[in-house]
């Protein structure tokens, strides 16, 4: 007993400070990891260190190599480090076995992206779709929790004397789980019924999609001119999805929508959850793609975005690149704008603060809804 307490760190009592963990495989490490930086000051968890491990493939039992995370071990002792944080999903087996080897805290890039998201869940939706997402991910660690899941017992409320902690607490969340999705499955045909009702009075639907924090949320509120509409200078502010009618300068209108914002690997089990709200954009007349003009590269966040609309489905749906924040860019938007046009992308540019470009912005809107999606037959894309 006397040699536990010896070689275990107490981090209960210490504030949070983390080392965060990469593997470089020669491709966008860096970039993903001043993310992986980014989301962790969002959850107010400051990073002391960085560490980028050469190999290829991740170690199967505990994706750093022993050395590396012995290293980690030797570093953390004296600067007070309580967390490390791999830019990556790891398995249960991968995070129990870096807990023992380093001693700190192990979260994975999916653990802070929900952290995240459970902070800014306010509506009874979001958080419905928050707690299915954290269930998802939660049940496969269940076997890494220690002993007491492995106890057998027996008695009311249980299905027989054979039944171990881990199956009685894996079919607890297996209830809650179907409880949750058919409120969300509700939730959705709801939704579809809107969009049916739409599509017979014939209003188009336009969607705000993009990097999460690109400015969608400002740039609903000030093309809809409804102040009431939150937009946060942070990661993840909506959760939810937010529709107004937007009017064309010369009469007629459609309808925008706004949600949840992408970001490099978003962990599927949120994908899942969240699926009746990113519905609403995949089954959009038009997608609005947003980028952050003063971005390190807008190039390759519109491919992350792509990506991310290629696994909904939706990335055939006719689009239009928004580049905003063309105050903080100035010259370098249009500089974009030519590279992506050369790959024949319409291209608009526009700043939601002094609503810059917005006349080109909804010409190019009402020309596409006049043309081409009026051409063209409507169809489910999910």
Known sequence: MSRQKRNTIDLSSKPPLAVVAALDDGGETEASLDELILLLKNIEVPVAARVLQKRRMPDPASFLGGGKAQEIKEYAEPNEITHLVVDDFLTPTQKSNLQKLTGLFVWDR????????????????????????????????????????????????????????????????????????????????????????????????????????????????????????VAKDQLFSTLDTVVRRIAYRDGGSFLLSDTVGFIRKLPPELIAAFRATLEEAANADLLLLVLDSSDKDPVETLDIVLDTLRGLGAEGLPRVVVLNKIDKSGEAAESVAVELRARGERVVCVCALDRRGFDELLAEIKEIFESEVAQSPKKDIL
Do not use: C, W
């Not at 869940?121 to 890494?144: D, F, N």
């Not at 409120?183 to 999460?212: F, I, N, S």
């Open 110 to 229: 999916a653990f802070v992206i929900m952290k995240i998201f459970e902070s800014r869940a306010h509506t009874a939706e979001a958080k419905l779709q928050v707690e299915l997402a954290q269930y998802r991910y939660e049940i496969p660690s269940l076997k890494g929790l220690g002993h007491q899941m492995s106890r057998t017992g027996g008695g009311i409320g249980t299905r027989g004397p054979g039944e171990t902690e881990f199956e009685r607490h894996r079919r607890k969340l297996d209830r809650r789980m179907k409880s949750i999705s058919r409120r969300l499955e509700d939730v959705r045909r709801r939704r579809e019924e809107r969009r049916d009702r739409r599509r017979r009075e014939g209003v188009p639907l336009a969607a705000l999609v993009g990097y999460t924090n690109s400015g969608k949320s400002t740039l609903l509120r000030a093309l809809s001119k409804d102040a009431g509409i």
